[in-house]
């Protein structure tokens, strides 16, 4: 048995049953941050901001909105954006947040592969956060269908169709899938739950498991150095702040992580207010209807990517290389087999191999919204070969690298 | 080393008593995702073929997906002579030739338009096209049309039953 004393306030009463000084310590005041870093560090905040802002103005959706064929479209259009105060405000909130945190997040993984931050310890890192990366593609996928419009239908007709493998024809698992011949009832209400319940729990979970990563290896930093964590917490707590290569997580660190934040905040309601149309398709404006595909059928932006890589293929080597670009990020700490944990700048050849794939995805993403006519066909396909080619050489030029 | 043997067989137990029960969970849990006996009841069509005119593209409606009936002038016929994997996938009734097929891209089931003046289907998805006998003639659609089962019945036809015309393009491959 414990042994508690009369408490002499509250926080002292709750520091005798929850330890808070000790927490405090663990995850704010001695939690250590390298001070050799930039506002690219600040990302991992915006992220946990506007995944609050997706959680806040979802709840607010979900009072309204209808989850069956008949209504869904309507408590969206109608309700939600006519008759709820303020139901416009939360759902572009929702769209626009949807739609802007893939942007931070892929700025947040080329911050991560430019600055060799999934190396030497921190490979845990990079796993969890591309299972977040996944988990995040479903959510926005069964958000998506949501609405019930012509997009939300066909988009689910199409991914869903995925499933079948190609030549395999796996119709019975897509059925299963959707639990109808097509798209109804039974695939609004299940793609409901996991958009609600069972991918934000997941998502909830994955990030704990990526904070969790970073204890341990701790935060990388501007130059890949090497910093003696316990020692320079030492030096710092010893009173020598401005020698020790380190700094507190609250309030230092989190005061600089907060001001970029809120510079964020500001273009973010920038577009939640003067420019949310990007994160709305105008076709979705139209209600389902299985009888009619539309003229286009594109994915959002974030998605465009992955479906160029898909398209210029037969449906065979299409869905195979699909897949590999889906899942070869996870790998990348263990097809880089360079030792060198610094910037890719100081890499040789990883430089390069760096910045084309930046660019080359940029391309890949620019095709997919293009019609798949010539030149963009063919301008697709030769990116989505150099993506392949490039993954394939990864290991090769990173084992030549010298060593800095 | 008494203890441990209790503890082992205790383990042990509980492990075949979760084990049971998660296989049994996950049995109902992949039962409760199947379709529905109600969706998969409401699975027949009947089509009066009487009603259809030459050279017109018409889309019913079979299972929630699209099915193309279009039936044939002599000029289409005569263009699919000589052609032996368009004339396998041709369906008599009566006198009268037809290309009935689910109106799906066989690539990702987008819904290919129907082009009059051109007389064959493209799909805005991902650019396949289709001839009027269904057959697919750009990629990236792996094959034709599917052919929905089908059972003529006189003038009528069934769609969801399997009739001996169906059963017979199965059997040789025309249709999935």
Known sequence: MANFTKATGIKDWLDQRLAIDKVEKVMMSEYWIPKNINFLWAMGMVLVITFALLVVSGIFLLMYYVPTVDEAFNSVNYTIMREVDFGWLWRHVHGVAASVVFLIIYIHMFTGIYYGSYKKGREMIWISGMLLFVAFSAEAFSGYMLPWGQMSYWAGMVITNLFAGGSLHADGLVEWIRGDYVPAQAFLGRFFMLH????????????????????????????????????????????????????????????????VVGVYLVFFFYLVFYNYGFAMDPVNFDPADGLKTPAHIYPEWYFLWSYEILRPFGIDLGLILFAFAQVIFVLLPFLDRSPNAVPANRRGLFAIWFWVMLVNMIVLTAMGKLPP??????????????????????PIITSYEKKV | ?????????????????????????????????????????????????????????????????????????????KKEEGNPEAEARNIKVGNDNYMIAIGLCTHLGCIPAFRKEEGNFLCACHGG????????????????????????????????????????????????
Request: glycine share 10%; hydrophobic share 45%; net charge neutral.
């Open chain 1, 196 to 259: 609600v319940l069972l991918i934000p729990l997941a998502i909830m979970g994955l990030i704990g498991l990526h904070f969790g990563a970073l204890r341990i290896p701790h935060v990388n930093n501007q130059e890949g150095e090497e910093i003696d964590f316990d020692k320079e917490a030492k030096k710092y707590l010893d009173g020598d702040k401005a020698g020790s290569k380190v700094m507190r997580f609250a309030n230092d660190f989190m005061s600089k992580d907060m001001m």
């Open chain 1, 373 to 394: 006519e010539d030149p963009f066909s063919t301008i697709g396909f030769v990116s989505a070969v150099l993506f392949v080619a490039q993954w394939l050489a990864l």
């Open chain 2, 1 to 77: 080393m008494k203890d441990n043997s209790r503890r082992g067989f205790m383990g042990k137990a509980f492990g075949a008593v979760a084990g049971v029960g998660a296989v049994a969970s996950l049995y109902a849990m992949k039962k409760s995702w199947d379709p529905l006996p109600s969706v998969k009841a409401a699975g027949f069509t009947t089509l009066d073929m009487s009603n259809y005119e030459e050279d017109v593209m018409i889309t019913e409606k079979w299972r929630g997906k699209p099915i193309f009936v279009l039936k044939k002038s002599a000029k289409v016929m």
């Open chain 2, 129 to 176: 096209m289709f001839d009027a006998s269904g057959l697919a003639i750009k990629s990236p659609p792996p094959r034709g049309f599917d052919i929905p089962p089908f059972k003529i019945d006189g003038n009528k036809l069934v769609l969801g039953e399997v009739g001996p015309e169906y059963q017979a393009m199965k059997d040789n491959g025309v249709t999935l």
